[in-house]
């Protein structure tokens, strides 16, 4: 069951309306496309979850607040009494990890989702709610290659989703 609908981001909708008014320097073509890319990557990631429709619930786009900090959360799902929190990336290329940590990159997007996952779980225990919580990073880019990746590493390529998903 789909609870929460993915919206446009307003970065997004900014940079759209913007485009055909101003004359882009590389940087915002840069910042338009990674925006652009990362929204293609999120709805293809709805798509597939879309499939397991009647086995759990999803929200997506969730702005979460704890003790003063905020997170963007791209994707919760609740399945069998777990809380399944996804960072969505649509990225292309080669990357390596070194014991969990992206070498070469500007962030790491494991250290984005381990921050969101203390917030989420700092706000379900304000609730007084207990519930596990397991996090994903979600790679949905055909054209990913990740050297150094370890079985324990919390990251699903698009294609491991189905079965993710089935159990």
């Known amino acids: 069951m789909l609870l929460r609908e993915r919206e446009l981001a307003i970065e997004l909708r900014i940079l759209q309306a913007l485009k055909g008014r101003l004359l882009f320097s590389p940087e915002m073509e840069r910042q338009l496309w990674n925006s652009e890319s990362g929204q293609m990557g999120e709805r293809a990631f709805d798509c597939i979850g879309a499939e397991y429709e009647n086995d759990l619930v999803r929200m997506n786009d969730l702005v979460l607040s704890a003790d003063g900090k905020l997170c963007q959360v791209d994707a919760l799902y609740i399945c069998d009494g777990v809380l399944y929190l996804f960072e969505v990336k649509n990225w292309t290329g080669a990357f390596r990890l070194n014991n969990g940590e992206f070498l070469g990159g500007s962030a790491c997007p494991l250290a984005q989702l381990n ?27 055909p054209g990913v290659c990740l050297y150094g990746l370890r079985q324990e590493d919390p990251i699903l390529m698009a294609h491991q989703l189905p079965k993710f998903f089935e159990g």
């Open 115 to 141: 921050r969101s996952r203390k917030i989420l779980e700092r706000v379900l225990w304000n609730l007084r709610i207990s519930v596990p919580v397991e996090m994903r990073l979600v790679f949905m880019g």
